[in-house]
């Protein structure tokens, strides 16, 4: 009778941790195949994002046709949320000037996006008075105020800061002046910065509205 080799038991014991080596490295490999593909398919900012992204806080507020608008009503097309006021000398109307032109520029019409200007000085900004001021950046600009009490709330909310009062110029108002980029699901992505050079503010608008 032929004597029967041990050789192959050992071959195959010795083949098995090769194949898991190999199949391992093939997982690896997936995985940071599908790593890159999600890191080249993700929204690339230049200013500050949130992450992970923040659940936006939604309010209702007089608008400046005198009816009430809502963040949650806008759900389903970015929002991009600003908080200033009318007697504001420079940074207000220079932002929601490069607002109006980075969308101008995407091709966003108003029924695509949203731009909010919560006023931070609700005393002397009425629905009225909004409504003369957001003329200059029609379409686009939803003015809305509210009572005292509410727009602190929604300040304080937003670690948004506002105190008036520069020396000799009693009407004037110190202010955060970001802009907050919420996109489609109400959830804030990036905090723009008008100050940032102007290519990089427009090239951020286009990037909230793409998402």
């Known amino acids: 009778m032929q004597a029967v080799s041990k050789a192959a038991p050992e071959v195959r014991s010795k ?14 490999l997936a995985l940071a195949i599908a790593a890159a593909t999600l890191v080249a398919g993700s929204p690339s900012f230049h200013a500050t994002t949130y992450e992970p992204p923040a659940p936006a ?13 809502s963040l949650s009503d806008l759900r389903g097309k970015p929002v991009l949320l600003f908080f200033g006021y009318t007697h504001c000398p420079d940074v207000c109307p220079m932002t929601l000037s490069l607002l109006r032109d980075a969308l101008r520029q995407a091709g966003a019409g108003p029924e695509e996006v949203s731009v909010l200007l919560v006023t931070v000085d609700p005393a002397r900004d009425t629905p009225e008075i909004l409504a003369r001021y957001v003329e200059r950046y029609a379409p686009y600009v939803t003015g809305l105020t509210g009572s005292e009490a509410e727009i602190q709330q929604l300040l304080s909310a937003y670690g948004i800061h506002a105190e008036g009062g520069h020396e000799g110029h009693s009407g004037l108002l110190t202010h955060t002046s970001a802009v907050f980029g919420i996109d489609r699901d109400g959830m804030i992505r990036v905090l723009l910065r008008p100050e940032a050079p102007r290519d990089e503010f427009l090239a951020d608008v286009k990037t909230l509205l793409e998402l």
């Open 57 to 69: 806080r939604d309010f209702t507020l007089t608008d400046h046709t005198g009816g009430t608008t």
């Open 15 to 28: 083949a098995v941790p090769r194949v898991l080596a190999a199949v391992a490295v093939a997982l690896l």
